[in-house]
């Protein structure tokens, strides 16, 4: 799910839809109207999911995607060998997502352990653990 917003309006630290993958915007440059033409973004972003570098040019007021973000709590029901078991704690959802790429908040999973993950465009990512 996503929703079309103006270039021009982008800034640094939210996210947009680039190449189907929901990115963080780390860099926003404009440039300004020449004599032939409209004004133009530059935006740099890290995919939220596999953290690669991804780039756009477009004019200010060309339309992008930006992806609705959908944070809810859960709590590790179990921490597998390439996976986490995740109960959502208002729907007692129970489902599996990717273990987090950064090494310290992977090493602070465990059982029973309560966590903040995201949903976006149908994948979940855990973003944090909640307390301590």
Wanted: neutral net charge; charged residues 30%.
């Amino acid at each position: 799910m996503s929703k079309p917003v103006d270039v021009g309006d982008l800034k640094e630290g939210s996210y947009v839809i680039i190449d189907d993958e929901p990115c963080h915007i780390v860099e926003v440059t404009k440039s300004k109207p020449g004599k032939h033409g409209s004004a133009k973004a530059r935006v740099v972003a890290l995919g939220v999911f596999d953290g690669v570098k991804r780039s756009f040019v477009k004019p200010v007021d060309a339309k992008v995607d930006v992806p609705i973000i959908e944070k809810r709590s859960g709590q590790v029901i179990a921490v597998l060998p390439s996976s986490v078991q995740l109960m959502d704690l208002e729907t007692y959802e129970v489902f599996e997502t990717q273990l987090p790429q950064e090494e310290d908040l992977r090493s602070r999973l465990a059982n029973g352990v309560e966590v903040e993950y995201w949903r976006i465009m149908g994948r979940t990512k855990i973003m944090r653990v909640k307390g301590s």
